[in-house]
């Protein structure tokens, strides 16, 4: 089955300063990729996602890489701000019938004053 | 609206207790979820089904029973409660038929057990 593994477990960032958050997956049939962004005692939230027929995505302050042949994917927060802090979690599925959403550990983000 | 419910919001109940939780999605998703996350923050799927049907069954001790009764509702029966049980469960939905690529999941806002 599919193994997920994402570093660092904890970042600590400056404001302003960028973060980001790297993802591996096993299961070379994986072919979605989405972020979600858990604040503390709340669900966890879609921030962005990516597909295996696109190699980066870009939304305002988010952006999302993905390398299908070294089987990586990364989140990059530039501009951080206090309000970016939370739990952070990758995840890798493939579209087969009855899918398994696969997540990563999760990256504990603080940005400091 | 709410897009995924999950009730109750908290259960704290002791040990040896048969509880349920409840979970519902109004979005006309054919594919509902079960995730336990730890004390650890681990975001563990338990069980998926597809328009009913359960499709993932994970490693989960059989005191666990997901029921669905039809596609928008898939509760979650726990019997004789561990403390080991204690996590937050988070019901999760997403649409698969007719998809060429995957969508994303919607959570419920989670269901905080405590077992004493």
């Known amino acids: 089955g599919e193994n997920v593994e994402q570093h660092p477990s904890t970042l600590s960032v400056q404001e302003g300063d960028s973060a980001v958050i790297k993802c591996t997956y096993s299961?070379?049939?994986?072919?979605?990729f989405p972020w979600y962004k858990q604040e503390l005692g709340k669900r966890p939230q879609l921030i962005i996602d990516i597909r295996s027929n696109v190699g980066e995505k870009k939304d305002q302050r988010i952006a999302v890489t993905l390398n299908k042949t070294a089987k990586h994917f990364s989140l990059h927060i530039t501009e951080t701000q206090p309000e970016d802090s939370a739990v952070y979690f990758c995840?890798?599925?493939?579209?087969?019938?009855?899918?398994?959403?696969?997540f990563g550990p999760g990256t504990r983000l603080s940005v400091l004053p | 609206d709410t897009a995924v419910s999950q009730t109750p919001k908290y259960l704290v109940t002791q040990m040896g207790n048969d509880k349920s939780i409840k979970c519902e999605q109004n979005?006309?998703?054919?594919?509902m979820y079960w995730y336990k996350q730890d004390s650890k923050k681990f975001l563990k799927i338990m069980f998926s089904y597809n328009n009913k049907e359960l499709i993932i069954n994970e490693t989960v001790p059989n005191r666990f029973s997901p029921k669905s009764p039809d596609k928008a509702h898939l509760n979650l029966h726990i019997n004789s409660l561990e403390l080991g049980d204690s996590a937050v469960y988070f019901c999760?939905?997403?649409?698969?038929?007719?998809?060429?690529?995957?969508?994303?999941?919607?959570f419920g806002q989670g269901t905080r057990l405590t077992v004493v």
């Open positions: 995840a890798a599925s493939e579209d087969n019938y009855g899918q398994n959403f696969v």
């Open positions: 299961d070379s049939a994986s072919n979605y």
């Open positions: 979005l006309g998703h054919d594919t």
């Open positions: 999760a939905s997403s649409h698969q038929t007719g998809k060429v690529f995957s969508t994303e999941a919607f």
